[in-house]
């Protein structure tokens, strides 16, 4: 009887201390979100729900943020080891702060395009880019597409253009009023804010820079340099495990709303699919993400995009590509594969 006890005691401790092993395996990863929970935050939402963070031995917890500058800023404090940023709120932080010893870095692409775009109700008489000359815009100062409005203006030979500012919740609402012509804004936000203003979506134009000669990236994951160095295991993992949960959410964007309202019991479902559908089409399995493939990027439009930010923004230092993106992390072909087919 005693040596049974023994025997099972001695099991018991065993299990508990491989369980202790294995909770300490697990690497905490406190990850910044660019914006609310919306839509489009159910990509990280859904593999943290589902335990794939888990089973990739992470502890991953995700934190709702108020926008990109602030999520580029918090990796590179060191309070969040990644984060989901604009690529070109990533680029300004590293032309800007060329002396910052901790700059983030982009790891995979997650909006192969800029959700950036114009909008306009139609009743201005604002049909195509050309008629946005001598016209009255509005957007808050930080406004990714207000900051990158000279870049659509050059490839539409925009001229003349005024700017109001605002905070972001009168952008729709001043347009609404016809206080300016237009404004500037990620589509899948402002044209459903439109909506909710009274806007009908066909009485809205839409001129997203990526089908007007911007083809800027949009957002990126992003890593500190200090996660990269002590641990680029983890990185691995992390967006091996995102990327299974991301084939999820595209296949199925009703279904991972529920992940959303359970960190936002307020959100309104049926507007978060529409939301998350409108990024999935326009910015995340666009035909240019379709292209170059899911999470990746192609060098040639990196560098490009890089010297058009350095212009348009006025950077202190012209950008460094390659000082922005690290492939190294990216998943296996097999494990990119998520898009939908058609």
Known sequence: MQKRRFLQATAALALASSFGIAHAQNTPIKFQLDWRFEGPSAFFLQPVAKGYFK??????????????????????????????????????????????????????VVYNNTPAAVMALKKSGIKTAADLSDKKLGAPVFDSGRKAFPVFAKANKIANVTWTSMDPPLRETMLVRGDIDAITGFTFTSLLNLEARGAKASDVVVLQYADHGVKHYGNVIIASPKLIKENPEAIKQFLAAFSKGAKEVMANPGASIEYVKA????????????????????????????????GKL?????????????????????????????????PSAAQLDVFPKK
Do not use: C
């Open 55 to 108: 089973q990739a031995g992470l502890d991953v917890s995700v934190d709702a943020g108020n926008g990109s500058g602030g999520a580029v800023q918090r990796v590179a404090s060191g309070a969040y080891d990644m984060g989901f940023a604009d690529m070109a709120s990533l680029m300004e932080f590293h032309a800007n702060n060329p002396d910052a010893p901790n700059k983030p870095v982009g790891v995979m």
């Open 263 to 294: 960190r936002d019991g307020i959100a309104n479902a049926a507007l978060e699919t529409r939301r998350l559908q409108l990024a999935i089409d326009t910015v995340v399995a666009s035909a240019d993400a379709r292209k170059e493939g899911f």
């Open 298 to 330: 192609e060098s040639g439009r990196l560098s490009l995009m890089a010297s058009e930010v350095s212009d348009a923004f006025g950077t202190k230092t012209r950008i460094d590509p390659a000082a922005v993106w690290n492939a190294s992390f990216l």
